[in-house]
């Protein structure tokens, strides 16, 4: 399935939107990882802002920075958000308040542990009326992401949002799925290849072992498999050296979806 | 969405089957619906003391998963199981199997709050000096609560190597399972698509709805003048997709469009205008290559709150006026959430092939506001064409389009 890339959103602590991540991931700026960024999700409407996750402000930080970039209109395109464990936050609260003898729980924590919470939460920021999917494949949820949402640009013919989402969860929650850094990333994806910052060819394939990555710089290696949304770095990386690569993404223990990506910078 | 060119190619529903309330497999609910027999009991879940109705699965308590899927236990994966043993379901798979490879063959379940229950347990036996959650839950949270779980769980009862995902939109996730496993088929990803959803009980959708006032304290009224409040349910049901010439029979039951949408409005309440509803309707006709004037029966998401019933109404009737027969099943099955688009898209597939029409179940005097042409009473009629609405939390719409070939 042949589709155009047309915007990038990044957050992770180091890589602290795609300006600054880009290079560090072309390897032109240090990665400096100890500042956790605190993204302000600017598109949120401030009474949404106050009372939403840490993981709806990650996702639509990145999905703003992307789509900005993009320069299409926000309620033209659909959207795919992709992230193994959503809202653990909300979960985690939800979950020590229903071990109480009251079991009070409180309805707007209740309508925000769903997983499509930063989905509906875009969609509002952006009075989207588009096709919006939420989904997960533990720690693939990446790849079945970007599969869902290159299917749904080549098949509907329309542009699509891609974001990956997965932030640390509380304790003791974090014990059950211990990840060790927040990491969120967009991708606006488009049918079309005209005027796009790269092309990707993405093929499904049945075959097992473990993800590839060529070239791949191992600073990241130790990111990239800690969180599910950071399956994506060497994508992002081939993007930020705006070079050709071939990037194989796990999805389960038999399938691999194969990426590859071409600048059109030059 | 532009009109899309030409319809979409049918997907025949070549094996399917249902667990609700009303009992273990497609026979069972059918027979429910006929002879117009709910599965709503007062509220008997754990230790939970609410007032309200609930379709709960019996048994589900009863046995334990073997010893090869025993990390996997949890009431969402046990309903799962019991879900899979019926109508042959099974064998159908294992068909599919020898005609397309396992690698060939898709995964794409849909589920709200997956194995939470889970969850809510380990946190009542936190350890007391750390508070940190028992090992028992920890080693296998990714295989109970983790989305995926029921995703992965399936694939691992079936014996399948194709791509899998869980779609988790909260009320419309199993319906939407279509329209994912349509493209995945349409891309040449996978010959057949297994799509389903399943969702179960648990305090935190129990305690939740009651804490929005969502809940009725009697059997759900949809449509119903003094309908005060939804029933919550859980559900699991599959279908196995194909697109082959080989499976598209006359008389088989496919299905025919599906349409996508949100609200772009608010969480938890739908846009006051049905916008988004209507996209969603309005692309499933088109995808189908349908007109209004085609559709015999729209199953309602009619969930009985006073807000969802009242805005579905403005929607259906903005685009079907009082033509096509209107009901909502969930006085049988009660809302069974992120399993509710498969249970209808079932039960829908279910009148199709049996030539009948189930009326609104509890709904004793329609609500005069509501302008559709809501029927009360079961009428026994042939029909070709259904739509089945479903819309969920986050605004996040899906209608689907099934029909007799």
Known sequence: MQIGILGVGLLAAGLEGWPTGRAVLAGTRPFDPCTVPDPDASLLPANERRRSSDCVRWAVQVAQEAMAQSGLDPREVATVFASSGGEMEVLDKLCRALATTERVVSPTLFHQSVHNTAAGYWGIATSCQQSSTALSCYDDSCAAGLLEAVTYACVEERPVLFVAYDLPAPAPLNGARPIASAFATALVITPSMIQVLATADVTLTAAAGRDVSHAFSQEFERLRLDNPAARLLPVLQALAMERRATIHLNLLDDQRLIVEVESCRN | ?405
């Not at chain 2, 939407?176 to 996978?190: D, I, N, S």
């Not at chain 2, 559709?295 to 969802?308: K, M, P, Q, S, V």
């Not at chain 2, 009082?322 to 992120?338: E, I, M, N, Q, R």
């Not at chain 2, 092939?353 to 042939?382: A, M, W, Y």
């Open chain 2, 1 to 405: 969405m532009p009109t899309p060119n030409r319809p979409m190619i049918p997907l025949t529903l070549s094996a399917y089957t249902l667990v609700t309330a009303n009992g273990r497999g497609v026979g069972a609910v059918s027979q429910a619906l006929r002879e117009r027999r709910s599965g709503l009991k007062p509220c008997d879940f754990e230790d939970a003391l609410l007032k309200t109705y609930i379709g709960r699965v019996t048994g589900l308590e009863d046995f334990s998963l073997g010893a090869d899927l025993e990390q996997f236990e949890c009431r969402n994966n046990r309903l799962a199981w019991l879900g899979l043993q019926q109508d042959g379901f099974m064998v159908a798979v294992a068909e599919a199997i020898q005609r397309y490879g396992a690698d060939r063959i898709a995964v794409v379940m849909g589920t709200s709050t997956s194995g939470i229950l889970e969850t809510e347990h380990a946190y009542r036996n936190r350890d007391p000096l750390t508070g940190s959650l028992p090992p028992w839950y920890t080693s296998r949270y990714r295989y109970t609560h983790n989305m995926f779980s029921l995703g992965h769980f399936v694939r691992a009862c079936v014996g399948l190597q194709g791509p899998a995902m869980v779609i988790s939109t909260a009320c419309s996730s199993s319906a939407k399972v279509f329209a994912t496993a349509a493209r995945f088929l349409q891309a040449g990803l996978c010959d057949a698509a297994i799509v389903g959803g399943v969702d179960s009980l648990c305090h935190t959708t129990l305690h939740g709805f009651s804490a929005l006032q969502l809940l009725s304290t009697s059997p759900c009224r949809p449509c119903d003048e003094d309908r005060d409040g939804l029933s919550l349910g859980e559900a699991a049901g599959y279908a196995l997709l194909e697109s082959s010439e080989r499976v598209r029979r006359k008389g088989a039951v496919a299905l025919l469009g599906y349409g996508e949408s949100t609200d772009g409005y608010h969480m938890s309440h739908p846009h006051p205008e049905g916008a988004g509803a209507i996209r969603a309707i309005r692309q499933s006709l088109d995808r189908a290559g349908l007109q209004p004037s085609d559709i015999d029966y729209i199953n309602l998401h009619g969930t009985a709150t006073r807000a969802n019933d009242s805005v579905e109404d403005k929607a259906v009737y903005s685009i079907f006026g009082d033509g096509p027969a209107c009901s909502s099943t969930k006085g049988w099955t009660g809302h069974a959430l992120g399993a509710a688009g498969i249970t209808e898209a079932l039960i829908a597939t279910l009148c199709l092939k049996q030539g009948f029409i189930p009326g609104t179940l509890n709904c004793e005097r329609v609500d005069p506001t509501l302008h559709s042409r809501i029927l009360r009473e079961n009428e026994d009629r042939p029909i070709r064409r259904v739509v089945s609405n479903i819309f969920g939390f986050g605004g996040n719409n899906c209608s689907l389009v099934l029909g007799v070939l």
